[in-house]
Each structure stands twice: as C-alpha cells, then as structure tokens.
C-alpha cells in the first residue's frame, strides 16, 4: 500500500477529462485495487472508481461557505478495504483546501471524524485551527 510519496500526502493529481469533474487524486495501490477519487460536480459527489468500477461515493451538497456531506456508500465488494475511510479523508482534505465548512450528517464520516479528530476543526460552528506562524527571513 502507497500512502505519501514525492508527489504529496496523497500521491500524484490527475486530469480528469470528464466535464465538471474536479482534479482526482489516487489514493493508493494494491496489487487487487488501484482506487481514484474523483469529485464529479455534476453529480454532487465524490466517487472512488477502482479502474472503471465504482467503489463507493460520498455525496454531499452545497452552500455558501458549507458542504453538507449527506451520504456515504461503499459497494459490498470493497467493503472492509479502506474505501469509506479514503472517500471521508479525500472530502475532508478538499474541504479544508476550499477554506470552508462541513456540515455532516452522514454517520460513517461523523464516526470518521470521531475517529480523527484533526479534522474536527472543519465542522460547522467550530473553532479552526490557527494556521502556523510564517517562517522569519
């Protein structure tokens, strides 16, 4: 399993050629899985696709300065492989990198969060982290 790597935390972005569809990124691979995550606009959801198969998707919707993530699902045969627990942090890590909130009323990713709490700070109504001090010249 490849998490990190030169090309960032979450390895290398990749065009998307599809229409309204977001940078994707791959999260990781296995020789059984090579999942990419994708937030495919059009459809208010992200959807990670191992190859062409659809994985699981989160779906979420829109508003000013919110993104209400609604709904997980993860197809049974990925089930147990890592798929939600990539699609929670890959739509938490896009949120934080547009600078707004989460509203989550899904419970896998509620429970996500539970479970990492350095993403706490992304819900709505909470405190956000202070970002480090620049470095002095």
């Not at 390895?11 to 940078?23: E, I, N, S, V």
């Not at 994707?24 to 937030?39: E, G, K, N, S």
């Not at 190859?51 to 998707?57: I, P």
């Amino acid at each position: 399993m490849r998490v990190g790597g030169a090309e960032g935390a979450h390895g290398p972005f990749l065009p998307d050629a599809r229409p309204g569809a977001r940078p994707r990124v791959r999260l990781w691979q296995t020789p059984a899985m090579d999942l990419v995550i994708t937030d495919v606009a059009d459809a208010t959801r992200y959807e990670a696709r191992d190859g062409t198969a659809l994985a699981g998707f989160v779906q979420y919707q829109l508003a000013d300065g919110l993104v209400v993530v609604t709904h997980t699902e993860v197809d049974p045969a990925y089930e147990g492989r890592g798929v939600g627990g990539a699609l929670a942090r890959h739509v938490l890590d896009d949120i934080r990198r547009r600078d707004v909130s989460a509203l989550v009323v899904c419970p896998f990713v509620t429970s996500w969060i539970g479970r990492h709490p350095e993403y706490a700070d992304l819900l709505y109504g909470a405190k956000r982290q202070a970002a480090p001090p620049a470095p002095e010249a």
